[in-house]
């Protein structure tokens, strides 16, 4: 039977001419480096550009990056749109994300087929996760309150001079001014002003619900 102590010598031999090796050429610490970065956007990346109309970037790491169809979003990514854009993401197998005109969206956290957390700054974003796609509660933080997300297609954004938030799928508990409504399919809510309370559960009208998803789609 082989010495195991045998061969770890040998490992370590080997490892170390590499280590020197690497040195003298000035390349280990650029290879060290370039396994980490590659590492990290593994572990950290959220999904990708589906769709983009107009201009849209990422503010990642303190630069403004531009967007383009097929690039990646990143966990900490604030994505943002410009006047008139319109832009898709796929995060992890299933979950969509479409957002509207000068919307701003982080990605505070998200983790592939389990949730995540978002941050709306302003604009208007739709959220769709396909039914029976595997996938947990959601969390949208916003200006006016905080959306808890327990379903799977829900629009968020300006409507009729306030900031709505419609359920055409799922559940949505949204918490503001110190009150909190829950909202199922078909069902609205409004909130007419940061610290103001969400109004009443409504029933939105067709024209309204196409109003919305104008914004996004």
Do not use: K
Not at 168 to 186: C, E, K, W
């Amino acid at each position: 039977m082989a010495d195991p102590n045998a061969a770890a010598a040998v490992l370590g031999s080997s490892a170390s001419r590499l280590v020197r090796l690497f040195s003298r050429r000035g390349l280990l610490s650029l290879a060290a480096l370039a396994l980490a970065c590659g590492r990290g956007a593994a572990a950290d990346r959220a999904g990708i550009v589906e769709a983009l109309a107009g201009e849209g970037g990422a503010e990642r790491g303190g630069a403004r990056l531009p967007l383009a169809t097929g690039d990646a979003v990143f966990v900490g990514d604030m994505v943002v749109t410009g006047e008139t854009a319109r832009l898709a993401m796929r995060l992890g197998t299933a979950t969509q994300v479409r957002l509207g005109g000068r919307t701003r969206l982080r990605i505070d956290r998200f983790l592939v087929d389990r949730g995540g957390v978002f941050s709306l700054g302003n604009g208007a974003m739709l959220y769709d996760r396909p039914d029976g796609a595997p996938g947990r509660d959601v969390e949208v933080e916003t200006p006016y309150g905080r959306l808890a997300v327990r379903g799977t297609r829900f629009f968020a954004g300006p409507s009729q001079e306030r900031f709505g938030v419609f359920v055409m799928r799922g559940r949505v508990r949204v918490s503001a001014g110190d009150a909190t409504v829950d909202l199922g399919p078909g069902q609205g809510t409004d909130i007419a002003a940061i610290g103001a309370a969400p109004s009443p559960v409504r029933e939105w009208s067709e024209a309204r619900i196409r109003a919305a998803l104008a914004l996004v789609e």
